[in-house]
């Protein structure tokens, strides 16, 4: 079974600040890994992923992560944080290769990103 | 926008009614998703289609819940005898089915309430 955690379900951080987000995960094999931010009253829209290759992802909005695969992490980073970027962000991942019908993404319970002006 | 869309965007009903969300993915993506996302919770998956197969079923998917895709393009999410432990959102999502494209797109959500 795959999971992951989120261990923060807020972080808080002032402008211009750095920023990281917290993510860990259990798959069985190598991971697919992904963020997703949630505005108000909106879908998941897609940030970055990490399939294979360098271990520092680039993605959406200046925001990157880096995969950790001996501490099981995919920390999201962002070297300076805006008011806007305050929103509900999910890490998830998936199992690479293996039976080609699972396909299902596990989630975190999500962390509320809180950046203050 | 040609984004992933969902119909109703909300829907209230009596408990013990019956009710069905429709979604439709982005054109040409064969892959498509259903999750359910409950308040203060990430998205738990439901069931996958690839065109019009249902490859993968959650064991949330109990026997109230049905999904289908008949001619690979829009998808239904049908459920039975509502309870009102089935109060979520509903969220559907696509993807390509092209190698280098592992990223699910998501719809806005159906938002469920169950009286």
């Known amino acids: 079974a795959q999971s992951v955690a989120q261990p923060e379900d807020q972080v808080n951080v002032a402008e211009g600040n750095p920023l990281t987000v917290k993510c860990t995960y259990s798959?069985?094999?190598?991971?697919?890994l992904f963020w997703y931010v949630q505005y108000p009253n909106r879908g998941l829209q897609f940030l970055l992923k990490y399939i294979t290759g360098d271990n520092l992802v680039k993605g959406s909005y200046g925001f990157e992560a880096e995969f950790n695969k001996s501490q099981t992490s995919f920390h999201l980073k962002k070297p300076s944080a805006l008011v806007s970027d305050s929103a509900l962000y999910f890490c998830?991942?998936?199992?690479?290769?293996?039976?080609?019908?699972?396909?299902?993404?596990?989630f975190g319970s999500g962390t509320r990103l809180q950046v203050q002006p | 926008d040609t984004g992933v869309s969902q119909d109703p965007r909300h829907k209230i009903t009596k408990r013990g009614q019956n009710v069905t969300f429709r979604c439709d993915p982005i054109s040409e993506h064969n892959r498509l998703y259903w999750y359910r996302q409950t308040l203060g919770q990430g998205p738990e998956f439901l069931t996958y289609?690839?065109?019009?197969?249902?490859?993968?079923k959650s064991r949330l998917l109990s026997d109230r819940f049905s999904a289908e895709r008949p001619k690979g393009s829009f998808s239904t999410l049908e459920i039975q005898r509502t309870e009102q432990g089935d109060s979520a959102m509903y969220l559907c999502?696509?993807?390509?089915?092209?190698?280098?494209?592992?990223?699910?797109?998501f719809g806005p959500g159906t938002r469920l309430t169950v009286l």
């Open positions: 798959v069985s094999g190598n991971p697919y």
């Open positions: 999502a696509s993807s390509p089915d092209r190698v280098g494209y592992n990223e699910q797109f």
């Open positions: 289609f690839q065109n019009e197969a249902q490859l993968e």
């Open positions: 998830a991942v998936r199992a690479l290769g293996g039976d080609t019908g699972r396909r299902a993404l596990t």
